[in-house]
């Protein structure tokens, strides 16, 4: 039974002041259920509505390709600079520490390697193991115009419903085929038919002209994966246009794991992302973080 000696007896109910729920600070976001905010705020910091994602889930289709040959020696030691880790479930439960309490973004989708047709993915994970794994969202590939559209949005759209079962937030990765050109026209089309369908976020690639058409049109939040190594200086000029033109964070793999001084690298992308950091000072940040 409860201890009532001593119980104030004075109360302060506020009368007169309105009950306040912040809004939550993610574009598009804002009628998703309480648990989905929550997985999102794991992912996306809430002072500033960014992310830094450390993408290093390409060992799904690639193998241990350069740089993550063994994340847990190249790839651990990052952790602490990421918002939120992508990986694949094997990686996750073979080499990440468990005491990581950021966001995990878990690949969803798979099947065929770099020897064959990429478009022709399956969902490749249950609803049920990403809760367990305790995922703040999960990953899946839309080949928008690609051989396997059809089956790889049906894939996002089952991962969508099984997500808003469960509250898990849903990344549509628009993949971009060889023979399909990389511009805004495209990257509107494809970004804004996952949004339609029900993806969380987006991410997509950068473009040089009219990047900031696709952001407009999309109405969920876009992230950009880095795509192949660059000199680090472009793709700190990269990453700040994204973000001046209306991204919500970048997904990067290899332009920081390919660094020569990756720990630089993902800090100077931080200040970028979250402080908006001109290229050049992120540039000099990046040099002086890796010694140079
Ligand atoms: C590729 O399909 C993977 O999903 C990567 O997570 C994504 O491409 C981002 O990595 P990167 O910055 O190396 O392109």
């Given at each position: 039974m409860a201890d009532n000696d001593g119980q104030q007896d004075t109360h302060d109910y506020h009368l007169g002041r309105a009950q306040v729920a912040a809004p939550f600070p993610l574009k598009g976001c804002q009628a998703l259920d309480w648990g989905m905010q929550n997985r999102l705020a794991h992912i996306f910091d809430p002072q500033t509505a960014k992310t830094v994602m450390l993408a290093v889930d390409h060992g799904y289709f690639m193998g241990p390709t350069s740089g993550l040959e063994r994340i847990d020696v190249t790839i651990n030691p990052l952790l602490s600079y990421a918002d939120t880790l992508m990986c694949t479930r094997g990686i996750l439960r073979a080499v990440t520490p468990s005491t990581f309490n950021k966001g995990v973004v878990l690949r969803a989708s798979g099947g065929p390697s770099i020897l064959k047709e990429l478009s022709d993915e399956r969902i490749a994970l249950d609803m049920e193991d990403a809760l367990r794994l305790n995922a703040a969202a999960v990953a899946v590939q839309v080949f928008i115009g690609g051989e396997g559209e059809t089956e790889s949005v049906h894939n996002m759209t089952r991962l969508v419903d099984a997500g808003l079962r469960y509250g898990m937030p849903v990344l549509g990765v628009t993949a971009v085929g060889k023979q399909l050109a990389r511009d805004a026209k495209y990257m509107r089309l494809a970004t804004r038919i996952c949004a339609e369908l029900g993806a969380t976020y987006v991410k997509t690639y950068y473009v040089e002209e009219g990047f900031e058409t696709v952001t407009a049109?999309?109405?969920?939040?876009?992230?950009?994966?880095?795509?192949?190594?660059?000199?680090?200086?472009?793709?700190?000029?990269?990453?700040?246009?994204?973000?001046?033109?209306?991204?919500?964070?970048?997904?990067?793999?290899?332009?920081?794991?390919?660094?020569?001084?990756?720990?630089?690298?993902?800090?100077?992308?931080?200040?970028?992302?979250?402080?908006?950091?001109?290229?050049?000072?992120?540039?000099?940040?990046?040099?002086?973080?890796?010694?140079?």
């Open positions: 049109s999309c109405p969920v939040p876009i992230v950009i994966a880095g795509g192949k190594k660059l000199p680090e200086k472009d793709a700190l000029t990269m990453a700040y246009r994204a973000i001046q033109e209306g991204a919500s964070g970048v997904d990067m793999g290899r332009n920081i794991f390919q660094s020569v001084a990756p720990a630089a690298m993902i800090q100077a992308v931080r200040q970028v992302v979250h402080a908006g950091m001109k290229p050049q000072e992120a540039y000099d940040l990046f040099r002086s973080l890796a010694g140079q």
